[in-house]
Structures are given as C-alpha cells and as structure tokens.
C-alpha cells in the first residue's frame, strides 16, 4: 500500500471548521482514499472515501488535490465528540483487497 | 452501522496462557480481520478470517502464536497463545459486509470497513 503522511497533532476549537491535511506523493491510479476515525476507547470507525471528486456526507467533506497527490478532511463544525485519531489512508482494491494499513494518524483535539 | 461485539471486553491473564477473543457480527459478511493496537500506537492487521479456511496471515504473524476461526459468516475467534507480557495490546475484529447486508433498516456499505469495540488485553 502507498504510504501517507499526516501531521501528528491538531487543535481547533468547538464549533470551528478543521481541516486536516494528508500527503500521498506515491498514490497511484487505482488506489482509494480512505478516512477512519479512532474515538478515545472505541474501534476506528469510518467517516468517508473517495478516488478523484471531492465527496461530501453527513459526517465530512473529502477535497481531493487535482494531482492526487494530497488530500484534506475536511469537519464543518468541529463538536467536543470529533476529538479523535484520524486515519487518511490508501486502499486499492486490486491489489490490496480489503485490507487497511493504518498510519500513525493525527490526533485532534477540540478546545471547548 | 454494523454491530460488531467482542468478548471479553477486558481481561487480564497470567505469562504462559492462553486467551480466546470471540467476534460476532450482526449480519453476514464477506470478509473478517483481526488487529492488535499495541498501548499508544496505530492498529496493525495480524490476519484475515476466512470462512471455511485457514487463516491468512501478515508478515510478523504465525498461526501457533495467534490461532484463528472462522465457522460460519458470522463469527470468529483469536486465540492469544502461550501469552507474554508483550502480548499486552487491543485486538479488535473488523468486518467488511458482502452486498445486501443489512442491519436493522440500514443497509451497510461494500466499502467499509465496521470495527468492533476491541478486547483490552493486560499480560502479567
């Protein structure tokens, strides 16, 4: 799987938009860009994905760089409950089937 | 979402035993897999359940060490074996649902991946 690169840490404050950026300079064609957050004492849970159009759900928006080569998760409103680790990685589904390789993440944290 | 459970939640165990964590999802799935959180750190895939056959195994990962079924669509276990202190992780499950799978009014997603809450294990 392609590696990815995300700044360990980020602040922000409750009800602030927060953007978390996510580097992967060897991303190839096929490979999907996926996000899963960790909440403190919980399973990663999923919170979007996307290939090449920014995508938006209820939970996040994905804007996806024209290159591929970075993307950023993007949080409206950033509540007390987003304080988590959050995952940005890279899955191909040929080649890597369905498994996840997660990174180290980023860990936000939300000041009320 | 899927609802995944683990047992035990938590347990703490004696160097040289052995732990079983069982998995069960709500709704059948395709595919199944175990990873381990060491204290501080990300998740690490140690293998893939499969149905009906042995276990897939990632590098750094043996099937004496870390035994796994898989009986049926819906349950799995991890067996931790002749335990050391080094062993002292969470292991959670995750799962992928096949198409039409549905919990409750919900039907879940191809492309995700539903995790369940993790087992805490502590080694002495």
């Known amino acids: 799987d392609a590696k990815t690169t995300q700044p360990n840490s980020m602040e922000s404050n409750e009800e602030e938009p927060v953007h978390l950026p996510c580097n992967h300079s060897?991303?190839?064609?096929?490979?999907?860009i996926h996000w899963y957050r960790q909440l403190p004492s919980q399973g990663p849970e999923y919170v979007i994905h996307?290939?090449?159009s920014n995508v938006n759900n209820r939970m996040a928006s994905l804007a996806i760089a024209e290159d591929r080569k970075s993307s950023t998760l993007i949080l409206h409103r950033a509540t007390l409950r987003d304080a988590a680790v959050y995952y940005c990685?890279?899955?191909?589904?040929?080649?890597?089937?369905?498994?996840?390789?997660f990174g180290t993440g980023t860990r936000l944290a939300v000041r009320p | 979402s899927a609802v995944i459970s683990q047992k035990p939640s938590r347990d703490i165990c004696q160097r040289g035993t052995s732990l079983t964590i069982q998995c069960q999802v709500d709704?059948?799935?395709?595919?199944m897999f175990w990873y381990r959180q060491q204290p501080g750190q990300s998740l690490t895939l140690i293998a893939t359940?499969?149905?009906?056959?042995?276990?897939?195994?990632e590098s750094g990962f043996v099937i004496d060490k870390f035994p796994i079924s898989r009986p049926n669509l819906t349950f799995s276990t991890l067996t931790v074996s002749n335990m050391s202190p080094e062993d002292s992780s969470i292991y959670l499950c995750?799962?992928?649902?096949?198409?039409?799978?549905?919990?409750?009014?919900?039907?879940?997603?191809?492309?995700?991946?539903?995790f369940g809450p993790g087992t805490r294990l502590t080694v002495l």
């Open positions: 709704s059948q799935v395709t595919m």
């Open positions: 990685i890279l899955r191909d589904p040929q080649s890597s089937g369905d498994k996840l390789t």
């Open positions: 359940a499969n149905q009906g056959s042995e276990a897939t195994y």
């Open positions: 060897t991303i190839s064609g096929t490979d999907y």
């Open positions: 996307g290939l090449t």
């Open positions: 995750s799962a992928r649902p096949g198409p039409s799978a549905w919990t409750g009014k919900t039907l879940l997603s191809t492309d995700t991946q539903y």
